[in-house]
């Protein structure tokens, strides 16, 4: 009766933890005997044990799942912004959380600035300028490893700026979580998610966000290959024109020399020598 009851509850997909104290109840009910209710006891636990598992495993394959569609989303996009934005949609729905959002370096200015976010409510984030080593965002650009806080405003690891805590405050963040976006051996990047209430992060969570964080590493570093590949372009495209022009020139120089020199082999005076070469510089012929 006991195994049947708890093979059923797992098999059905809306059960609750409380489902499973429901066939122990009855038996206490019916006044089975102690040992009968000492072997529910073990199956319910058991039971519950391989719940967990299943639902690990039904949470990893939608993880799987998200992670697949998101690489297939993003090979569609060209454009720099989209696919960062696209990023950060996926790591709030990923993780569940409320906001997520990106910051990259700027080498010129040694700070940080936010270049995609999902969820927030406020215009203070994407205004935000992250000064060098401050907040969450600062620890992981400067450790290189994932970082998080239970508590942002109570965490006295990081570096709190009034900026910073300004915009945390205005955003309602409270527990956040953050991952190098790392290209070759530089930490380009800082890619973060936030609870507006307290909540752990997983090391899931850490491994999911991880693989976002490398997706957008590679969507900067095509988009700069890209970038180099247009300015190459336009550099050829002016050179060629460059070229072309010169030896057009070097063919009309090479068509006058050769009329000159036949007004001399045809024994032409110097008059008439000087006379076509006049004209032919008043004609735009000549290349000096």
């Known amino acids: 009766m006991g195994s049947a009851s708890y093979l059923e509850l797992l098999l059905a997909s809306d059960t609750d933890v409380a489902d499973f104290d429901e066939p122990l109840t009855q038996a206490r009910a019916k006044g089975a005997p102690a ?4 072997e529910l006891e073990r199956e319910r636990a058991l039971a519950l044990r391989v719940r967990e598992i299943l639902i690990g495993h039904r949470r990893h394959q939608a993880e799987l799942q998200l992670l697949n569609d998101t690489a297939h989303d993003l090979a569609a996009l060209h454009d720099l912004d989209a696919v960062l934005q696209a990023i950060s949609d996926r790591a709030r729905r990923l993780l ?28 203070l984030l994407r205004a935000l300028r992250l000064p060098s080593g401050a907040g969450v965002g600062g620890m992981v650009a400067r450790t290189g490893a994932p970082y998080s806080v239970l508590s942002y405003h109570e965490d006295k690891s990081i570096i709190h700026t009034a ?5 945390v405050r205005a955003e309602k963040m409270v527990s956040l979580l953050g991952v190098p976006v790392v290209l070759g051996r530089h930490v380009i990047g800082v890619l973060l ?8 992060f997983s090391g899931r969570d850490v491994n999911a966000l991880s693989m976002l ?15 180099e590949a247009r300015a190459a372009a336009d550099e050829l495209r002016v050179a060629n024109a460059t070229t072309r022009s010169h030896a057009e020139d070097l063919e009309r120089s090479a068509a006058v020399h050769e009329r000159l020199t036949r007004l001399v082999l045809d024994g032409k005076g110097v008059e008439d020598v000087v006379q076509a070469a006049a004209n032919s510089v008043a004609a735009g012929a000549w290349c000096w």
């Not at 040992?35 to 000492?38: C, K, M, S, Y």
């Not at 998610?193 to 752990?200: D, G, L, N, S, V």
């Not at 964080?213 to 970038?227: C, E, P, Q, T, W």
């Open 163 to 167: 900026e910073i805590d300004r915009t």
């Open 193 to 200: 998610a936030a609870h507006r209430e307290q909540r752990t």
């Open 213 to 227: 964080a490398a997706h957008a590493a590679v969507a900067i570093d095509n988009s700069r290959l890209l970038g």
């Open 96 to 123: 569940d959380c409320d906001l997520a959002y990106i910051s990259l370096s700027d080498r010129d200015r040694g700070d940080s600035y936010i270049k995609a976010a999902s969820g927030n409510i406020s215009g």
């Open 35 to 38: 040992d009968q209710l000492a």
